[in-house]
C-alpha cells in the first residue's frame, strides 16, 4: 500500500459509526476506501444496511487530518500496515466478517506459516497450568507453530515466553496502540517478542486505553488461528470469550481438563462439559486432531541407543517389532488400544526417533 492509500483507509476507520463490518461493505461496493471517501452520499445509501446516519460523519475534513497524524506516528516508528486483502494479511482472519480492515505491525512476523494456534488463560495460572503449558510448547515444537496470545500476565506470557525459548515465532496481540505496553511491566520482553515474531493491533496511537479493548482484541486472537487453546480459566473470563468467538468462526477449541475442586479450572470443565472443546489432556492431542505432519524437510533426529519408553509404547514396540510394518488400525486391535490412542502414542514414539510412518497408514520401527 502507498501512503496514500493507507491514509484513506485510516481517515475510514476515523469515522463515527463506521466499524470495520460496515467498511468492508462500503469498501466492496466503491472498489477502495478511497473510492468510498469521494463517493456521493445518494450512491452509497442505496447498499444494503447503509442509511444516511451511518455516513452522517463520513465527509469531515477531520478524519484526513487524523490519518497524516496517525501515518506520521506508523512511518516514525517502522510499523507496517496489513490490509485486509492483502497476501500478508492472516489467512485465516480474512474469512471473519468482523476483522479488522487495518492490522498494524511491528517485529519479524512471517504469518505465511497457517499453523497458527492461540493460547489463553487466566492471569492467576497455577503450578499445574504453568507445568502443562511448557510441556505443551515442547512438545509441539517440531511442528513450528506460530504462537499467538495477548501477552498479558500468567497464561499468555507463559506460553509466549516457551515459545520464544523454543525458538518458535509468537505474536502478542495488544488491546491498544503501538505507543504504549499493557501491563508495564512486560516492557522487559518487548525486544525478545520482536525478534522472535512481533505484535499486532487494530487500534490507533490515539485510541484511549479502556478494558473493553481485551474483547475488541480477542477476535484477532481467535480469528487469526487455527486453534484456540484455553489452560485455564476461571468459571467467567476473557479466555472463555476467545474460546466462544473461536467457535463462531468453526474454529478448534481445545480445554485442559482440571479438578472440578479447582476454581481455575472451572471454565475449561465447563467447555468441555457442554462440548465446546476438545479435551486437552495430551499435547500430541493437537496434531493429531489438526492432522498436522512433521515436515520433512526437517533434518532428521538421529535415534538415541537408550530411549525411555512407557508401558503403552512399549506394547507397540515390541508389536512392531514381531510383525514388521503394520497399519495403524491392526495395531490398535492386536496392542488393544483406541486408534486415537494409538496415533497419538505413534506419534510421541516418532519424535522419540523409535518409529517411523509409511504410506498407506503404515507404521514401522527405526
Known sequence: MTDDDIIFVLALQHVPKIGD?????????????EAVLKEKRHHLVKIDGIGMNTIKGLYNSEHIKAAECELQF?????????????????EKLKHCIDAPILLFQTGNVNLRQQRIISIVGTRKITTYGIAFCKK????LAPFNPIVVSGFAYGTDI???????????QTIGCLAHGLNQIYPKTHKK?????????????DF???????????????????????????IESAEKGGSLVTADIANSYNRDVFAVPGRVTDSQSLGCNNLIKF????????????????????????????????VELTSEEKVIYNYLKDNEKQLLDSIALECQM?????????????LKGVTRPLPGKLFELV
Open 21 to 33: 463490518v460496515t467498511a468492508k461493505k462500503l469498501i466492496n461496493f466503491c472498489g477502495s476506501a
Open 74 to 90: 506508523i512511518k516514525e516508528n517502522k510499523i507496517s500496515c496489513l490490509y485486509f486483502t492483502e497476501d500478508i494479511y492472516p
Open 136 to 139: 505443551l510448547i515442547e512438545q
Open 158 to 168: 507463559t506460553a509466549q515466553r516457551a515459545a520464544m525459548k523454543h525458538n518458535l
Open 189 to 201: 520482553y518487548i525486544a525478545e517478542v520482536e525478534k522472535h515474531g512481533g505484535f499486532l493491533t
Open 204 to 230: 490507533w496511537s490515539s485510541d484511549t486505553f479502556d478494558r473493553n479493548n481485551f474483547l475488541k482484541r480477542n477476535r484477532i486472537i481467535a480469528g487469526m488461528s487455527q486453534a484456540t487453546i484455553v
Open 275 to 306: 462440548q465446546l472443546a476438545h479435551v486437552l489432556s495430551n499435547p500430541l492431542d493437537i496434531p493429531y486432531i489438526l492432522n498436522w505432519e512433521l515436515d520433512t524437510k526437517q533434518p532428521v533426529i538421529q535415534k538415541q541407543l537408550f
Open 338 to 350: 483406541p486408534i486415537f490412542k494409538v496415533a497419538s502414542v505413534l506419534l510421541t514414539m516418532e
